[in-house]
């Protein structure tokens, strides 16, 4: 069974600061990763995409993430946080046959002025 | 392309009534996925639909839940005799099916409060 842990439930950082959102994975095979960002009362928005291609990974508004295999890692990044980043993140794995999507459990990130 | 629309936004009912809410896919995509979303947790999969056909349920979705993709196109979900546990957020998404790794297009959900 494929799985994602994302191991802070709440990140604060302050306006300009790196940001970091970690996550570790669990798959049988090469899996497919994602992140999605979800503002408030807004709807799952995709920022990024792993599918063996390349292990960095680059996104919308100036997040990456780097596939690391020998970590089961797939952490999110951005050199300068910014207000309009506060919102919550989800790191996903599909499922090769289905397409379905496991969502973990979340990390709200938090921009301090 | 407007993207994945829902109907409602929100609903309100009382414990034991049936709900049904709709889902509009991208128009070109043939995969459609169902998630609930409750809170401070992550969506968590309900079932999928390629075309017309639904392959999958989760275990998450008892006798009382029913989704149905019509002539492949939009899809329903409907819950029966309505339990204040099925409060949550409804998520729809839609995919174009390929070799590896399609990108699922959210809409922006429908929120169920059952009293």
């Known amino acids: 069974a494929q799985s994602v842990t994302q191991l802070d439930s709440h990140v604060s950082v302050s306006e300009g600061t790196p940001v970091l959102l970690r996550c570790n994975y669990s798959?049988?095979?090469?899996?497919?990763l994602f992140w999605y960002v979800q503002h408030p009362n807004k709807g799952l928005q995709l920022l990024l995409k792993y599918t063996s291609a390349a292990t960095l990974v680059k996104g919308i508004n100036g997040f990456e993430a780097e596939f690391k295999k020998s970590e089961t890692s797939f952490h999110l990044t951005k050199p300068s946080a910014h207000m309009s980043d506060a919102a919550e993140y989800f790191c996903?794995?599909?499922?090769w046959g289905t397409g379905k999507l496991i969502f973990g459990q979340g990390t709200t990130l938090q921009v301090k002025p | 392309d407007t993207g994945v629309s829902q109907d409602p936004r929100h609903k309100i009912t009382k414990r034991g009534q049936n709900v049904t809410f709709r889902c509009d896919p991208i128009s070109e995509h043939n995969r459609l996925y169902w998630y609930r979303q409750t809170l401070g947790q992550g969506p968590e999969f309900l079932t999928y639909?390629?075309?017309?056909?639904?392959?999958?349920k989760s275990r998450l979705l008892s006798d009382r839940f029913s989704a149905e993709r019509p002539k492949g196109s939009f899809s329903t979900l409907e819950i029966q005799r309505t339990e204040q546990g099925d409060s949550a957020m409804y998520l729809c998404?839609?995919?174009?099916?390929?070799?590896?790794?399609?990108?699922?297009?959210f809409g922006p959900g429908t929120r169920l409060l059952v009293l």
């Open positions: 798959s049988s095979y090469s899996p497919s």
């Open positions: 639909f390629q075309n017309e056909a639904q392959l999958e």
């Open positions: 998404a839609s995919s174009l099916a390929t070799a590896r790794a399609e990108t699922q297009y």
């Open positions: 996903v794995v599909s499922d």
